[in-house]
């Protein structure tokens, strides 16, 4: 795992011919980056020079009849880089360290690099918004590389979790999800709150207070994963911590393609299928270049629901796809201009029923869902060598719709008939033995703008300052009763506009200690509606209006500090100060709205990281933090049945985590992650303790122990023909649904496996893979409707599925 500044980003895979061949070539000599691009337009080979440093480094003339490899190879030797093949296809360089008592090599007329910067070979965090070098980052990170994603079939965020212990999810179902990060978990449902975690696509915001849309990670250069509170760069909705996608940008000059697929068989289910396509052409020569990516998921279902007598009532769809295009436009500056789109559509939902027989659920009505979600986005950025600046700017429309079994309704009589009802949210009455359903509509629209300039640290300082503006607005809708008489229920508007100020700036006193400080202002204006509430008296009615209609104004100022200490070569110690917040909001209980408030963590964290994963033969990183949440903002289930939000209290929680790796021979490497959260509801709120029980309880969601071990083995077999296998177990605790006796169902404590090997050469490969080597059912959710809470509900793993795919590049 590992990830770089990409100036020159992997693109798609070289052909076996290419390489095979060859050719008369002419390189003149000159930077390592426009020898790379002379080579790709004379051979049709796909290099990334990772590193803008590496990309400017001088090369010789290579002249002569020779393949495209050889050539590489003798680019690799004079720039002092490492040549490694880049997944199913391609080639990639990467700066190997420099010798003691050498300097780097530079570019002709830039300011030499110092210390600082990253050496030759070191890894760069570009979630740091400051290009900081992994060794100089004051916390946990986590760099998974995008050719590591894509093995084996590229998966949504299931990909990102199966390869972390400290990241969990709820399993709602695709675009449905809540993701946490450490023991800062709030809720299990999809409401009003806003996430604990920030997802990002670059520097713009992917959602506010919206679920996960799980976008495939198709095409992705690196996934980047920053543990705890993020507040000082990324602001409101970064509690638990940070989740940036960086996807391939494109080459200029280049046309290059991809297409991949596969079929899978899973265990008592039916089968699916996976197609996706990559294409990167030159627009206008070497002065613009357009990227895209499509894509089509489909998953075989695997839930029987023997009341209605179906069979795998719960296949999932997803198609989607991106579009990027690139224009150099001249002295330093670049635009690109971008968008995605993603449907996704589950026949049903993922929940079993735990004490029915197993993979079967019994309910009257299917209860699907249909998530959707599009992004357009605009990115100017420029480089002056020791200062940069970027600006990104984006709209975003998210959409979910779901079902829900809510029951059968007896008890009460229907005025003038004498039937049997039960009275539903807004007055909503049906006949006894009718079977209801409840439907919610989660609607949000983004508009998100950040601008920053940075200097990375040179010469014993650097910095950082941006400006950034948030406007968002949900609506959330709900209704009850026969799927041809919904009436609706109370639903709510939330609108958050905010604008922050940040900085940060960090200066090395003397050699191998960095002090960093920094802070956010913080100014949100918040507002927000009740819709469709239920008549009340004329006078209570009135005075309900106003109070949650008016506006109110927020505003926090976010500090942050941090000490590294770099006491051997490959050993630094850090401790850091941090905060994160989230606004208020208004939330449903009842036929009623009312307001939460916002909510603070503060978290202390120190530290150790040693060597570099995926470049030494040991690496490690191991941290411990406490954390104190005040107002916790999370669910409990209301008076009908419904889940609720409100501020339960203030916590505490402790994490202790730990991530290894270990190559003990050429080609094998073998990691391990762990992590251990404590948490408590230390002082409940005296109005929710009444009726959550929530007095000394653990924060739900969240395991309090989690493992993962992984190996992953490379080796050339001859003619051009490599070997991949790839596999890993993750263990997850055991944890709770949610606060109180009510949502205190239990979940967790399963593992899960998988394994995949790929045979092929550059250009082409054949992929055999596995998921949940072991078919155990397990149980990652206990919920799958809240009107049957109580009744013993499990989210199963994916029975074990098979998948056998190729792939080709041209």
Not at 125 to 146: E, F, H, M, N, Y
Not at 221 to 227: F, N, P, R, Y
Not at 388 to 417: C, K, M, N, W
Not at 580 to 599: K, M, S, T, W
Request: hydrophobic share 40%.
């Amino acid at each position: 795992m590992k990830i770089a500044h990409c100036l020159f980003a992997p693109l798609l895979l070289a052909s076996g011919p290419a390489l095979a061949a060859e050719p008369t070539l002419d390189l003149p000599a000159g930077k390592l980056g426009d020898a790379v691009r002379a080579l790709g337009r004379a051979t049709r080979t796909s290099v990334s020079v990772e590193g803008t440093e590496l990309w400017e480094r001088k090369v010789p003339a290579i002249r002569g009849r020779m393949t495209a490899r050889k050539a590489l190879d003798r680019m690799a030797k004079a720039a002092g880089a490492e040549l490694r093949p880049a997944g199913p296809g391609g080639w990639r360089l990467l700066a190997k360290p420099a010798r003691t008592g050498q300097p780097a090599i530079r570019p002709a007329g830039q300011t030499p690099p110092p210390s600082q910067i990253a050496a030759p070979s070191e890894i760069i965090v570009t979630a740091s918004k400051r290009d900081v070098r992994l060794r100089d980052l004051p916390g946990q990170a986590s760099l998974i590389d995008g050719i590591d994603l894509a093995f084996g079939g590229a998966g949504g965020t299931d990909a990102i979790l199966s390869r972390l212990a400290s990241v969990s999810s709820t399993h709602l179902g695709a675009g449905r999800n809540k993701l946490f990060i450490r023991g800062i978990a709030d809720s299990s449902f999809t409401g009003p709150t806003q996430s604990t975690v920030g997802q990002y696509l670059g520097d713009l915001r992917l959602t506010y207070n919206a679920p996960d849309p799980d976008l495939r990670l198709y095409d992705m250069a690196s996934v980047e994963v920053l543990e705890g509170p993020q507040g000082t760069l990324y602001g409101a909705g970064s509690l638990g911590g940070i989740i940036r996608l960086a996807p391939n940008a494109p080459v200029l000059g280049q046309f290059q393609g991809s297409v991949a697929g596969g079929v899978s068989a899973t265990a008592h289910g039916d089968p699916g299928g996976d197609l996706s396509a990559i294409l990167n052409l030159p627009v206008a020569g070497d002065r613009a270049a357009l990227r895209v990516v499509g894509y089509g998921v489909s998953e075989g279902g695997f839930i029987d629901n023997p009341l209605r007598g179906e069979k795998d009532i719960n296949r999932t769809r997803t198609a989607g796809g991106r579009a990027t295009l690139r224009v150099d436009a001249g002295s330093g500056w670049t635009i690109d201009i971008g968008a995605i789109g993603q449907r996704t559509h589950g026949d049903d939902s993922q929940y079993a029923d735990r004490d029915g027989p197993p993979l079967t659920r019994s309910s009257a009505i299917a209860q699907g869902f249909s998530a959707s979600y599009v992004l357009g986005q605009l990115v100017i950025a420029k480089d002056w060598g020791g200062i940069r600046f970027r600006s990104s700017s984006g709209a975003i429309g998210q959409h979910l719709r779901e079902r829900y079994d809510a029951g059968v309704p007896s008890g009460s009589v229907v005025p003038g008939t004498g039937v049997d009802a039960e009275p539903l949210a807004a007055g909503v009455v049906l006949s006894r033995g009718e079977p209801r359903v409840f439907v919610q509509r989660n609607s949000t629209r983004l508009i998100a703008s950040e601008s920053r300039l940075w200097r990375p640290t040179a010469d014993g300082y650097g910095w950082l300052i941006g400006t950034s503006f948030t406007a968002n607005r949900t609506r959330l809708k709900r209704a009850m009763g026969l799927d041809s008489s919904l009436l609706p229920a109370t639903g709510i508007v939330n609108r958050t506009d905010e604008y922050t100020l940040y900085g940060e700036a960090s200066i090395a006193p003397v050699r191998g200690l960095t002090i960093t400080g920094g802070g956010r202002l913080s100014h949100a204006r918040l507002s927000g509606a009740a819709e469709d509430v239920s008549p009340l008296s004329s006078a209570v009615a009135e005075l309900a209006r106003a109070q949650l209609i008016a506006d109110r104004t927020t505003t926090r100022l976010l500090p942050s500090g941090s000490i590294v200490a770099a006491i051997l070569p490959k050993l630094s110690l850090f401790t850091r100060f941090q905060q994160g917040f989230r606004p208020g909001g208004l939330a449903i209980e009842g036929d009623f709205v009312r307001r939460f408030r916002g909510d603070r963590v503060s978290t202390l964290e120190s530290g150790l990281r040693f060597g570099e994963p995926g470049r030494d033969r040991i690496d490690l990183a191991a941290s411990l933090s406490h954390s104190r949440w005040d107002d916790i903002q999370a669910d409990f289930i209301d008076s009908s049945g419904l889940p609720s939000t409100a501020n339960i209290g203030d916590g505490r929680i402790w994490t202790a985590s730990l991530a290894a790796g270990w190559k003990p021979i050429s080609g094998l490497r073998l990691d391990l992650g762990v992590t251990y959260n404590d948490s408590r509801v230390a002082e409940p709120a005296p109005e929710v303790a009444r009726i959550a029980l929530v007095r000394m309880s653990r924060v739900p969601n969240v395991a309090r122990y989690a493992a993962r071990v992984g190996l992953d083995y490379q080796r050339a077999m001859g003619d051009g023909f490599t070997l991949r296998l790839n596999g890993w177990a993750r263990y997850v605790g055991r944890s709770r649904l949610g606060i109180g006796p009510i949502l205190g169902e239990a979940q967790g404590d399963y593992l899960d496996t998988a394994l995949a090997l790929r045979v092929g050469r550059a250009g082409w490969g054949v992929t055999l893979g596995a998921t949940n080597l072991t078919d155990a059912v397990g149980n990652r959710f206990a919920l799958g409707t809240p009107f049957a809470i109580g009744h013993s509900q499990i989210t199963p793993l994916r029975p074990r599925t098979v998948r056998l795919g190729v792939d080709a590049s041209f």
